[in-house]
């Protein structure tokens, strides 16, 4: 077997070649308080496709991936995190987890490009995250004029699963929390939709500011709207960043995802300073508690200036999160260094209007190292992310509080190497 992947990745390899592929290994491991479980998984996987180029404007393209499991200690419903490098939707399969991930006809000129079938994009709610061996992949019709983009979805395959759903079924693979009344949210399976309508514009204003709008009305369920605007000062060898974020979302419809009558609204501030070397910021954001903020997980990370991986926002209201990041390189060895510390104050877990996966507040350390290791094997990356979650709440003494959410610490080690 080991023979015919080097020579795939040999001939793959080849400057004219319409092949291209990806190899990943992830290692996670969840180290809980005392007498709560501990986790640790270990997985494998690619990515193989074909991108051919005809009549001048045509791309084609087609990859599919596959991911198997190896050492791994016993995987249940609780294991939050390791699961997730697998298949969400049915935990006992680890083995060999196919899907088609990619299967369209592009067509590009000039500033236009249109892009028709499933197809992975990158926008602040629908985005791949690195922090699954899959990401999300969408089906539909994806269109980008100058600094404008729109598309209509129709199926997405979310993040850490291998199959591929409706956009209404898409939703609920992940854990679905509680209602407004501390019931068992029961979405899952039960809503109906026609699809995703996106808008989206990226836009360099001025030398120094620039702008993102983002829409996404999702039919039958929630409208979503974002904007962002960034400023730049040059001073020395560096510059300056400020930049101010907004979101808005209401429910479309009486639904189980999101009640009728739903709003909620979102604001954050960031100011950084950063130079070849070294950058640094201070982030925030609030969501208030008009409602909860709610976008499915299965989609996607958090656009918020205070995201910090393994770790989001949704499902909340009433939050204030304070996030300082820095991040230190050193270009001779190809080396990344990117701490963080965080401290969200949310609801308490029994408010449940506001609290939907019944999170304490807590403070989150992350430390993150990447190293580009094209000097050793080109197309070669190494990442390792450490993040540990220190509880600064109510639990109520109750270890459902508090199993993978705080008083806890995880290890992502994650090689990389595509051609």
Not at 15 to 43: I, V
């Amino acid at each position: 077997m080991t023979k015919y992947i080097l020579l795939f990745v040999s001939f793959a390899s080849y400057a004219q070649s319409p092949f291209y592929g990806k190899l990943r290994y992830y290692h996670m491991s969840t180290d809980n308080s005392a007498r709560l479980t501990d986790y640790a998984a270990n997985a494998f996987g690619g990515e193989m496709g074909f991108k051919y180029k005809f009549k001048k404007y045509w791309t084609a393209e087609v990859a599919g991936s596959i991911t198997s499991s190896f050492l791994n200690s016993s995987l249940v419903p609780s294991s939050r995190y390791e699961i997730g490098l697998f298949d969400q939707a049915d935990i006992s399969n680890q083995h060999f987890l196919s899907r088609v991930e990619k299967m369209n006809l592009q067509f590009a000129k000039d500033k236009f490009k249109l892009t028709i079938g499933r197809q992975i994009i990158n926008t602040p709610f629908i985005n791949p995250q690195d922090g699954r061996m899959r990401p999300t992949a969408v089906g539909g019709i994806y269109a980008s004029f100058n600094h404008w983009e729109f598309a209509y979805l129709y199926e997405i395959a979310p993040r850490g699963t291998m199959g591929w759903s409706s956009v209404a079924s898409s939703i609920g693979y992940y854990p679905v929390g509680v209602n407004a009344w501390g019931q068992k949210s029961n979405y899952s399976g039960q809503l109906s939709s026609r699809g995703i309508l996106l808008t989206g514009l990226n836009q360099q204003l001025t030398k120094t500011i620039s702008l993102k709008f983002s829409n996404i009305f999702v039919d039958q369920i929630a409208n979503t709207a974002f904007i962002q605007m960034e400023k730049q000062y040059k001073m020395g060898e560096g510059k300056w960043m400020m930049g101010i974020q907004a979101m808005k979302q209401y429910a479309l419809d009486n639904n189980l995802f999101d009640e009728k009558d739903h709003h909620a609204a979102s604001w954050g501030l960031r100011l950084g300073f950063e130079n070849k070397r070294w950058g640094g910021s201070i982030n925030y954001n609030q969501i208030s508690s008009e409602g909860k903020y709610l976008m499915p997980r299965e989609w996607g990370k958090d656009p918020f200036f205070t995201f910090m991986p393994r770790e989001r926002n949704e499902g909340l209201g009433g939050v204030n999160a304070l996030v300082a990041r820095s991040m230190y390189q050193i270009p001779n060895w190809g080396l990344k260094i990117h701490p963080s510390i965080g401290y969200f104050l949310l609801p308490s877990v029994d408010n449940y209007a506001l609290n939907k996966y019944g999170m304490p507040s807590y403070t989150q350390t992350n430390i993150e190292f990447i190293w580009d290791a094209q000097k050793i094997l080109k197309g070669a990356e190494i990442q390792v992310l450490y993040v540990n979650k220190h509880n600064q709440g109510d639990t109520k003494e109750n270890s459902k509080y508090i199993l993978n959410k705080v008083d806890m610490s995880t290890w992502n080690f994650i090689v990389n190497y595509q051609w």
